[in-house]
């Protein structure tokens, strides 16, 4: 298990998409999400999980992730948990204890936290990012303009 950490800083976060933006370079397809999700679990201390799912007709299919285990979610219906709840909203959601939402599915018993953040191309969500932390209200409004900023580039990265 990674050692705990703070919260994400304004400044560590622009630094953080500084170094992604040139670890993926020109890179793209399945190789590039997977430094994407590689990059954003060891960068950040409070990301326990990383996930990117795409969208495959009426479900979300994962593609890359990177944590200790992989998790048994590897399809979701668009709609169903948290992160079927995004894709078919289209907006981030942030689940600060995942024990007092009942869309969560548990994928880890260490997870204690959520964000999932839908990835748009011309206008449609196309898949998510999707992270869990092993820290009760991991996750800040920063975190989410972070995550955000890093599914625009990842719609890029096809």
């Known amino acids: 298990m990674k050692s705990a950490g703070s919260r994400l800083s304004r400044e560590q976060a622009k630094e953080l ?6 670890a993926v370079g020109q890179a793209s397809g399945r190789s590039a999400r997977e430094a994407v ?25 994962l593609d890359a992730w990177s944590g200790p285990s992989a998790t048994e979610h590897t399809r ?4 169903k948990g948290v992160c079927g ?7 981030t959601e ?14 880890f018993l260490s ?15 196309v898949g998510e990012v999707d992270v869990d932390s092993d820290q009760l209200d991991a996750f800040s409004s ?10 625009g580039r990842v719609a890029h990265l096809w």
């Open 37 to 61: 999700v590689r990059f954003l679990n060891s960068a950040v201390p409070t990301y326990s999980w990383v996930g990117i799912y795409l969208v495959e007709g009426k479900d979300l299919v």
């Open 142 to 151: 920063l975190d989410r303009e972070f995550l955000e900023a890093v599914s």
């Open 17 to 22: 998409l500084d170094r992604l933006n040139a």
């Open 111 to 125: 997870t204690k936290a959520e964000i999932v953040v839908p990835i748009f191309r011309g206008g449609s969500v």
């Open 76 to 79: 979701i219906p668009i709609g």
């Open 85 to 91: 709840y995004a894709a078919k909203a289209g907006k």
């Open 94 to 107: 942030i689940v600060s204890d995942v024990t007092k939402d009942p869309r969560y599915l548990q994928c």
